[in-house]
């Protein structure tokens, strides 16, 4: 019976299917369905099978992208449920992620808030054009392990250094990552950033190994 | 709608038309088999047993070739129809008959055997790049006379796909026919649902041999697909222009045509070929030659003007090793012979004139060809808007990514290469070793191999040993070469 629904769940996922995802995390509440077994044995390893395709180039970032819609999809019902019950979902990390002010390129962004998110991570998107003090006040509201910060911009990436010299006059204690296409591993040293990465799929092996993870 | 390449005005094909039927009427063509010159002595034609040169009417000609089917099928091994020869379908086989064997650590081109062939086919069989497969190198260790058969017994052990091959004697053609008709239950049958295409070959200038003759009659009368291969060399073997070697060409193919539908009317028939210009520097025979492949345009779109199926040589390269070169010769050329429509495009895999096969090769040529594919099929509405619908709950995020679209349509808009092509970020493929497309594909080719299982039909393959048994001995070789399977 639970099988049969953790199979739906599973799949649900893979088909990228928001919708379909909502409706079973309704039905097994209304089964009255531990929401924490709901999300690790349904949904969880759907997410996993559409990363290890993903990473073996048998599925496309298409995919990726909408099964993490999907998997939202399925958290958004059943967090209220987790703070009826008391508990929490595992997660791996708590990033807050934007692109720098002055900045409006979402793309590569988003595809590493993408790849967080079906990592494991509670990812907080701000979106484009975000100024310095909003992420430093996000992580602090949110008790954030990470900031991500992206540029696509040789005059705006530089701001990503005022980010890191604000968290420190806040006393923030928030890792930070930096990418973009102007951005380099030299450019991360020299402002004193925790984690560059050239990429999407190597922006998760940086965020994991930032929380101590790998 | 499909891109439509075309390089000739219709004013030109028919000047090339009545060219080549001008020399057919006027120069005529030399017939060397008495039964093809008794054929169309009997059709009317204008003989001379003593030149052995026949001329031809244009009547004659088109009312011999009007009987040319425009569309047939070849038949996989599961019997189901897996390559159209007509209309504007674009696949492509390796190319064949090839010496040399390019050793993927050394470099070298080491003459080619069994082992190799096998390689070969098992990367043929499981490349959906490849739409068929073909005898492509010569198995240097095994007796000549039996080298035709030999092959054609390790494309049916290793593979599934349809088959293009061909003969080098009228006799090896006989005992290649009885082979497949193992496989299609009888020879009645393999006439139904051919599982191979045989090449035949004038002799330029405007000659047919005994051998391309017998060949075409026999062919035909087995009901089995001939694919006429005309090669003016133009500037040596043909006048050195390319209208004047198009003109050769058709002239050439519609000979044999005649003589083929003369002997079985209906009868399946490809106007085929493998042109080149004359390297002027060199003297050689560039296959990647732009001209060569501009030739083979033409020529396919006078063969198309008239109804019949298509076929050429493109995709190969004179380089040596799989390089720049290389990678420019067979892209560009296999993508000529696509946007030209050309049924069936032999040459993957080959460098050095059609001289070496590289399984390595033939990896990274499919990725030339699933572009090539990807551009034929042209650009088509996909969605009911083109646009519209896709911009819903857009608000000028660039959010296109978590459309339920880009995900349903994705693979159907773009063509998706394998590891071969590097699209990877630049951290990516320096922590992949930082390897460059040769050393990508010696990785593939070596996931290809791993991955290959023989496709096993003891029935036919029991009968298929008893008679190669049989015939090697005929050959002189008492024992064939041993065979992983």
Redesign the interface.
Known sequence: MSQDLFDAMRQSIIDGDPEQAAALVQQAIAQGLDPLVALNQGFVPGVNYVGEQFAQGEMFLPELVVAGEAMKAAVAVLEPEFAKRGTERQILGKVVIGTIEGDIHEIGKTLVATMLSASGFQVYDLGVDVPVMTFVEKAREVNADIIAISALLTTTMVRQKDVIEALQDSNVSAKVMVGGAPVTQGWAQEIGAHGYSEDAVGAVAVAKRLMGLA | MKPDFKLLAPDLVNRILDEAFHLLRETGVKVQLPAARQLLAEAGADVNETTEVVKLSEALIRRAVSSVPREFFLYNRQGQPSVRYGGDTVQFDPGSSGVHYLDPDTLEHIPSETPHLVRVLQVAESLPAYDAVSTSVVCNEVPKSMGDWYRLYLVLLYTTKPIVTGAFSAQTTGVMIDMLALYAGGRASLAQKPLAVFDVCPTPPLIWSKFGCQNLIDLARAGVPAEMISMPLAGAGAPVTILGSVVQHAAESLAGAVIHQLAQPGAPLVWGGAPAIFDMRQGTTPMGAVETAMIDACYAQVGKTLGFPTHTYLGATDGKIADYQAGLESGVSAMIGALAGINMISGAGMLDFLACISPEKLVLDAEAIGMAKRMARGVQALSDTLAIEMFAGIEF???F????E??AL??KEQY?PS?VIDR?????WQDAGALDAWQRAKAETQNILAAYRRPVQPEPEKELFEMVSRLAREAGMEKLPPLEL
């Open positions: 995020k660039a959010d990514l978590k459309k339920k880009t995900r994705f693979s998706l590891r990877a970020s630049i951290r990516a």
